[in-house]
């Protein structure tokens, strides 16, 4: 039971249904808006289809539970798959079977056996052997080469000369598979990099781990904060659930820098953070230059502005020109505003239906609640603000009150977007790894080479097999094989 | 009134020439395909070549012109700036195939797609060619640089594997049709009266294209250079992918949001990893290595132009669900 449950999680068929439905979910994401609202959903696919495709959860597709189990599933394969090869793989490096006949057997439908026969000894033909593979295939790993053939006896291995095997009693080995006798070479290239598709398996697994630890402890949010406002909270973008930040974050100021033709060049904030009332860092950011602090990134994600809905009213007393006898407004239409000059209060208010070339709107002066001036008519006056360069009105009230209309007031925002990380080290990590494994796996491919010479009855003609065995079945190594062997065989003849 | 970009200032002129040369190389291309007349190959090719000398040159003519208005970035930024330059890593790509494997057959069809490519960077109407005078603050990286290059080297290696792919098809099935055609004759079947007419009235031209079939490289090879183009494209789309997601932890705050875009790239990236895998596995042919390959190249274009053209509004400035319009 256990075996053949291991034997599913291993199966590459299993882990390409997985792939494929991976990307089939992922394009029904592509297909259907994600994260709109349920009143867009209502309206693009009406109530029937909105109801059937938010049960089946192709609304928030990359969070049901379908595709973080596929997901999941994922990584179990990739992690069982690569436990059941690895122990083979590892032992393949470092003590790699050397038997002939064995690697005939296990390997004949990408192997290349050819035989041929020759007049000179067994030395000498091995000799050459070392010299024609070794340009492709480096030194031996092993070399066994005996003076006396005929009488050389299996299990007798003094004349074994490893030369590069980290097992040092391999020699001693009671494993017939690897009981070599006669005379042989054998090559082994780039046997090491066998391990990297696990490599690269370990690299899928660690990103895949990063991304499920970032989901599960991470999060990103954002918010708008005003120019000169402090926040603590920010909403979560998966549901716009608040979130309580460790550090109380002010703007101090927002810009939009624009190009000569109107478009934005750049979007930058000035941010304070602020920690137990202390000013910690001030830092402008901006489109790919965020600030992080505490483990927490906030980055520029967006600006704007809020609807301008306050006037900027400047009250005066003309009869004293004192400092304290001049005060700035932000009036909201309808409210009541103390202006304390004269202890004077009043409301700021349009017309409902102002008559043609008139101004619009107007103030009324309030005592003990009740209005009583009428309505107090701007005049433009010549001058223009210094900032915006905007028409100033001008209304009288009782010789000695000016109000001066200077504009509309807007509240510039800044959109951050605001993070906590603890996953993407973890992700980057991972990518390298995969990225390194992927090369390794794809540029450097294993290939094994045995040469045996053995001898017939009468010793003059020896018979010499080379049997090579690549890791992947290409045309050009087998094109290799067959120019080599020709070298070879002209050499031996 | 026909929209063509071919401006000297900022450098589509040598591309539309380039244009130009590679549909004549094509055509040389095309006549080797029925004549197998070696000459018509080596001009081709030496057409290709100096096509891809040109478009090199107006590279460097792009990129100084951006420079000079004030871009300190690389003009690899709008649809015609990634045509041209999807045209320019194709034709690298099948020079050093050519190169590598004496690849002449796979040259009409190489050319074919960059033709493709140059032809719908310089005629259709969304795809121009100025380069103006600023860009949106989130480009303003060199991350893009890399992030781009990358992923063309993919996208190219990913053509290449798919103009192989056809290759091994028409001459695995050719093959297979030639050794059916023997076993007929030998059970000497009755064979359609109009297939008899076509096949003599066809017979030069059916006989030029064995020919061409012959000349091609046998389908292990084929089968060899599919495999290698592709991983060569895998490693690049995945080193892309990467660096897209680093930058976009950078800009936005986040290295994966879902977009189709990235959903897009995943899915060919899963693609080709599906391609990778069924290899290992036993019972998965050649032919069917070459079909994913095919196919696979389908995703990639409906990722790098369906998903622009088709779903709107991404890698945009404010990244999805940031501010609420107030
Ligand atoms: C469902 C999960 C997966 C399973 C069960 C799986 C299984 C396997 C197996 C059994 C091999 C053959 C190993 C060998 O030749 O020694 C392999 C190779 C490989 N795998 Fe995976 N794999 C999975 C996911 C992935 C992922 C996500 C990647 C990421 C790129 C990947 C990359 C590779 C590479 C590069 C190779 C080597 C291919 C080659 O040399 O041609 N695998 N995989």
Redesign the interface.
């Known amino acids: 039971m256990l075996s053949k449950l291991n034997k599913f999680f291993s199966s590459?068929?299993l882990?390409?249904i997985l792939?494929?439905l991976?990307?089939a979910v992922?394009?029904i994401?592509?297909v259907i808006d994600?994260?709109d609202t349920i009143a867009q959903y209502k309206i693009i696919y009406g109530n029937t289809v909105f109801h059937i495709l938010y049960w089946l959860g192709f609304l928030n597709i990359?969070n049901s539970w379908y595709f973080v189990g596929l997901a999941a599933l994922l990584i179990l394969t990739m992690i069982i798959s690569s436990a059941n090869k690895l122990p083979n793989i590892i032992k393949n490096i470092v003590d790699p079977n050397t038997s002939f006949d064995y690697a005939l057997k296990k390997n004949s439908y990408k192997a290349k056996y050819i035989t041929m026969q020759s007049s000179k000894s067994p030395s000498e033909i091995l000799n050459f052997a070392e010299k024609t593979f070794g340009k492709k295939f480096g030194k031996p790993v092993l070399k066994n080469i005996g003076e006396n053939i005929n009488h050389f006896k299996s299990g007798e291995n003094e004349k074994v000369q490893k030369i590069s095997s980290k097992n040092g009693d391999a020699s001693n080995n009671a494993d017939n598979k690897k009981n070599n006798s006669g005379n042989f070479l054998f090559f082994s290239k780039n046997s090491i990099f066998r391990i990297s598709p696990n490599i690269a398996h370990l690299g899928a697994i660690v990103i895949l781990a990063g991304?499920f630890l970032g989901v599960t402890l991470g999060y990103?949010s954002?918010t708008?904060i005003k120019v000169g406002q402090t926040v603590q909270h920010s909403y979560l973008?998966k549901n716009n659930n608040p979130v309580l930040l460790p550090f109380k974050i002010k703007l101090d100021n927002y810009v939009t820098k624009y190009?000569?033709?109107g478009?934005?060049?750049?979007?930058i904030s000035t941010l304070t953070i602020i920690k137990k009332h202390i000013t910690i860092l001030t830092k402008s950011i901006?489109?790919?230059h965020?600030l992080t602090y505490d483990g927490i990134?906030?980055?520029q994600?967006?600006?704007?502005?809020?609807?301008p809905n306050a006037a900027q009213i400047l009250v005066l007393n003309l009869k004293n020109s004192n400092k304290n006898n001049k005060r700035l407004i932000y009036a909201v239409p309808g409210k009541i505003y103390n202006s304390k000059i004269n202890n004077i209060k009043f409301s700021f208010n349009f017309f409902k239906h102002p008559a043609k070339d008139q101004i619009p709107f107007y103030i009324s002066v309030i005592k003990n609640d009740k209005t009583v001036s009428s309505p107090l008519v701007f005049q433009e006056l010549p001058y223009r603000t210094k900032k915006g360069n905007m028409p100033l009105f001008f209304a009288k009230y009782n010789d000695n009150i000016a109000f001066i209309f200077a504009g509309i007031k807007t509240y510039y925002?800044s959109?951050v977007?605001?993070?906590k990380?603890v996953d993407?080290d973890i992700?980057?990590i991972g990518?390298a790894i995969?990225?390194f494994a992927?090369?390794f796996s794809?540029?450097f491919n294993q290939q094994s080479l045995w040469v045996r010479v053995t001898s017939s009855e009468n010793e003059k003609i020896n018979k010499v097999e080379i049997l090579s065995v690549p890791h992947?079945k290409?045309?050009?190594f087998?094109s290799m094989m067959d120019r080599l062997t020709e070298i070879l065989k002209k050499q031996i003849l | 009134m026909i929209h063509m970009n071919a401006s000297i200032l900022d450098g589509s002129f040598y591309f539309t020439i380039s244009l130009l040369m590679i549909i004549i190389s094509f055509i040389g291309y095309f006549i080797y395909m029925f004549t197998t007349n070696k000459l018509a190959s080596t001009a081709s090719f030496v057409i290709v070549l100096a096509a891809f000398a040109l478009q090199t040159f107006a590279f460097i003519i792009r990129w100084r012109y951006s420079y000079q208005i004030g871009i300190y970035i690389p003009p690899l930024i709008d649809l015609y700036d990634s045509l041209v330059f999807f045209a320019y890593v194709i034709l690298f790509g099948f020079i050093l195939l050519k190169l590598f494997y004496n690849f002449n057959s796979l040259g009409f069809i190489m050319t074919f797609i960059s033709i493709c490519a140059l032809g719908f960077a310089t005629f259709y109407p969304l795809s121009t060619s100025t380069i103006?005078?600023?860009i949106?603050?989130?480009l303003?990286?060199y991350?893009l640089l890399y992030h781009i290059i990358s992923l063309f080297l993919a996208y190219g290696a990913f053509a290449a594997a798919f103009g192989i792919g056809i290759l091994f098809l028409i001459k695995y099935n050719q093959t297979n049709k030639y050794n059916k055609d023997k076993d007929v004759k030998q059970s000497s079947k009755k064979i359609n009266p109009i297939k008899k007419i076509a096949s003599v009235i066809f017979y030069p031209f059916i006989l030029l294209y064995k020919q061409f079939i012959l000349l091609s490289p046998?389908i292990?090879?084929l089968?060899?250079a599919i495999?290698k183009v592709v991983?060569?494209g895998?490693?690049f789309l995945?080193?892309g992918i990467?660096i897209g997601?680093?930058w976009a932890?950078?800009?936005?705050?986040?290295?994966?949001s879902?977009d189709?875009k990235e959903?897009?790239s995943?899915?060919t990236w899963?693609?080709y990893?599906?391609f990778i895998?069924?290899r290992?596995?036993k019972g998965w042919n050649e032919k069917k290595m070459a079909w994913i390959a095919v196919i696979g190249f389908i995703v990639v274009i409906c990722t790098y132009l369906g998903?622009d053209l088709l779903?709107p509004g991404l890698h945009s400035?404010?990244?999805?669900?940031?501010?609420?319009?107030?």
């Open positions: 590459i068929k882990a390409i792939f494929i991976i990307a992922s394009i994401g592509t994600q994260g990359y991304v990103r954002y708008n973008l190009y000569k033709n478009m934005p060049k750049a979007y901006r489109v790919n965020p990134t906030v980055y994600a967006s600006y704007g502005h809020y609807k925002y959109g977007e605001i993070t990380n993407t992700v980057w990518s995969l990225i992927l090369f794809f540029f992947k290409f045309a050009s087998y | 103006e005078p600023y949106i603050p989130a303003k990286s991350w046998s292990d090879i089968d060899e495999y991983v060569f895998f490693l995945s080193i990467v997601a680093a932890d950078n800009a936005w705050g986040g290295y994966w879902w189709p959903t897009w995943l899915i899963i693609t990893a599906v895998h069924a290992l596995t998903v779903i400035y404010i990244s999805p669900g940031a501010a609420p319009v107030l």
